[in-house]
T-cell receptor, first 113, second 112 residues
Framework: DTAVSQTPKYLVTQMGNDKSIKCEQNLGHDTMYWYKQDSKKFLKIMFSYNNKELIINETVPNRFSPKSPDKAHLNLHINSLELGDSAVYFC????????????FGPGTRLTVL | ELKVEQNPLFLSMQEGKNYTIYCNYSTTSDRLYWYRQDPGKSLESLFVLLSNGAVKQEGRLMASLDTKARLSTLHITAAVHDLSATYFCAVALQGGSEKLVFGKGMKLTVNP
């Protein structure tokens, strides 16, 4: 009965590789997000989709490409991985209510060697 | 550009003590959130504050919002070890935006 799930939980890869992280939510929410948390625990939004439409697209390298096949799924594909991409990536979702509280997934720890 | 500052960033306190932590933000907003993160874990929503003077309490934690001062406080009463975690405040851009800007987080350690 996991609300927001991500796969994989850990990802270790070499520089230059391409990798994907998947996110699924079973809460019936319309909006999903990708965040990056760096080694200093600073959280920054990267992208957001509302019902499969991109609504937030922060300044991130174009090596990062989100894709939402349906409103319950939001994937993140990263091309040509760099050392600086090492971080924890969190997916989140929120309902269309007044509070818009975002519910976070367990995170994917990406390590680029 | 919306900026969110938390103060302090690190706090070590003894069990049983009280303390208040602060979250300042730079531009008008209509929603402020407090989240908790345990080491290696996800973020857990604690409170959402929507209006000036809003106060929410859950257990030993009480959050309040002063929109005129652009300030939120998180008060800890009679701290216990289980409260040890990192606490983030996050502010939404005004106008119902889904974009949240997070503070740097405050790492709280409660010592026996």
């Amino acid at each position: 009965d996991t609300a927001v799930s991500q796969t994989p939980k850990y990802l270790v890869t070499q520089m230059g590789n391409d990798k994907s992280i998947k996110c699924e939510q079973n809460l019936g929410h319309d909006t999903m997000y990708w965040y990056k948390q760096d080694s200093k625990k600073f959280l920054k939004i990267m992208f957001s989709y509302n019902n499969k439409e991109l609504i937030i697209n922060e300044t991130v390298p174009n090596r990062f490409s989100p894709k939402s096949p349906d409103k319950a799924h939001l994937n993140l594909h990263i091309n040509s991985l760099e050392l600086g991409d090492s971080a924890v990536y969190f997916c989140a979702s929120s309902p269309p209510t007044t509070t818009n509280t975002q519910y976070f997934g367990p995170g994917t720890r990406l390590t680029v060697l | 550009e919306l900026k969110v500052e938390q103060n302090p960033l690190f706090l070590s306190m003894q069990e049983g003590k009280n303390y208040t932590i602060y979250c300042n933000y730079s531009t008008t907003s209509d929603r402020l959130y407090w989240y908790r993160q345990d080491p290696g874990k996800s973020l857990e929503s604690l409170f959402v504050l929507l209006s000036n003077g809003a106060v929410k309490q859950e257990g030993r934690l009480m959050a309040s919002l002063d929109t005129k001062a652009r300030l939120s406080t998180l008060h800890i009463t009679a701290a216990v070890h289980d409260l040890s975690a990192t606490y983030f405040c996050a502010v939404a851009l005004q106008g119902g935006s889904e974009k949240l800007v997070f503070g740097k987080g405050m790492k709280l350690t409660v010592n026996p």
